[in-house]
T-cell receptor, first 117, second 107 residues
Framework: DTEVTQTPKHLVMGMTNKKSLKCEQH?????MYWYKQKAKKPPELMFV???????INESVPSRFSPECPNSSLLNLHLHALQPEDSALYLC????????????????FGEGSRLTVL | KNEVEQSPQNLTAQEGEFITINCSYS?????LHWLQQHPGGGIVSLFM???GKKKHGRLIATINIQEKHSSLHITASHPRDSAVYIC?????????FGKGMKLTVNP
């Protein structure tokens, strides 16, 4: 199984709603990532989890709250979002966190397309 | 100047043509990634390479570390190859992405 599964595929929410995006992988990968991608732009790194601990937060607003319940699951909790937060949210995983060694091939999910009204 | 430059930015080809996508980077790297993204879809990792050449099916990726340049070649292109191809450099944690190249292959 070389898949990263993201749910839901599409989400529409109001600015006062609370919702969550979910990501799952069963490849035994110990690093998991959230990226945000706006239309016609490259992905932007949001969070990195390594061995279930948050290792990088790229100055993401607190209305985005990540959670890694176990090594296979990664959640992104959303609260009080703004319309400009509408984007494709991509989850990815790699065998291990790799700042420099380049040993971390990334496996991406299909993404969750979020629309904030 | 962007750290990762891709050329061309857009390319339209006819089915069956040989296609080359280029990537130049200005930072020191340990690995370069070629990624594919279909419209509205997720990203697929095509190659990760740090030297030489890799081949997978009709796709070939090469890298020249001294010249800080990589190419992705598609042989016998097909309409299903239509996608955005993204070059990214670095370790997996801190990838620096190029802006992508939109490829359209017409039947």
């Amino acid at each position: 199984d070389t898949e990263v599964t993201q749910t839901p595929k599409h989400l529409v929410m109001g600015m006062t709603n609370k919702k969550s995006l979910k990501c799952e992988q069963h490849m035994g990968h110990r690093a998991m990532y959230w990226y945000k991608q706006k239309a016609k732009k490259p992905p932007e790194l949001m969070f990195v989890y390594s061995y279930e601990k948050l290792s990088i937060n790229e100055s993401v607003p607190s209305r985005f709250s990540p959670e890694c319940p176990n090594s296979s699951l990664l959640n992104l909790h959303l609260h009080a979002l703004q319309p400009e937060d509408s984007a494709l949210y991509l989850c990815a995983s790699s065998q291990d966190r790799s700042r420099d060694q380049g040993s971390g091939e990334l496996f991406f999910g299909e993404g969750s397309r979020l629309t904030v009204l | 100047k962007n750290e990762v430059e891709q050329s061309p930015q857009n390319l339209t080809a006819q089915e069956g043509e040989f296609i080359t996508i280029n990537c130049s980077y200005s930072v020191g790297i340990s690995a370069l990634h070629w990624l594919q993204q279909h419209p509205g879809g997720g990203i697929v990792s095509l190659f990760m390479l740090s030297s030489g050449k890799k081949k997978h099916g009709r796709l070939i990726a090469t890298i020249n570390i001294q010249e800080k340049h990589s190419s992705l070649h598609i042989t016998a292109s097909h309409p299903r190859d239509s996608a955005v191809y993204i070059c990214a450099v670095g370790g997996s944690e801190k990838l620096v992405f190029g802006k992508g190249m939109k490829l359209t292959v017409n039947p």
